[in-house]
């Protein structure tokens, strides 16, 4: 079993950025593959970024690539999401996952969610 819960969500203008952090707890840390996927209102959840088990090996969706950036800390069993630039489309409900590769993230399959972090961007 494995317990994500994320922070640093919140309101922010359009251009600044923000930085997100999932704490992972409950399992070995680097067993799985951690990633971030978001939910706008009215939408299906999408998937944002992952990072595979060494952290070596990083997984963009087009929207966001060159503007986010995920990585992991494994002394402090955190993976964190620093957005920049940001647009009022980036605006939902982030929410941190873990599966055993990140490849798996990529295709949308994770195996334990966090209860997810609100970010709202203002234009």
């Known amino acids: 079993q494995v317990q994500l819960v994320e922070s640093g969500g919140g309101l922010v203008q359009a251009g600044d950025s923000l930085r997100l952090s999932c704490a992972a707890s409950g399992d070995t840390f680097s067993n799985y593959g951690l990633g971030w996927f978001r939910q706008a209102p009215g939408k299906e959840r999408e998937f944002v970024a992952a990072i595979s088990r060494g952290g070596g090996f990083t997984y963009y969706a087009d929207s966001i690539k060159g503007r986010f950036t995920i990585s992991r800390d494994s002394a402090k069993n955190t993976v964190y999401l620093q957005m920049s630039s940001l647009k009022p489309e980036d605006t939902a409900v982030y929410y941190c996952?873990?599966?055993?590769?990140?490849?798996?993230?990529?295709?949308?399959?994770?195996?334990?969610w966090g209860q997810g972090t609100q970010v709202t961007v203002s234009s």
């Open positions: 996952a873990a599966a055993s590769t990140a490849i798996s993230l990529r295709t949308g399959v994770a195996r334990y």
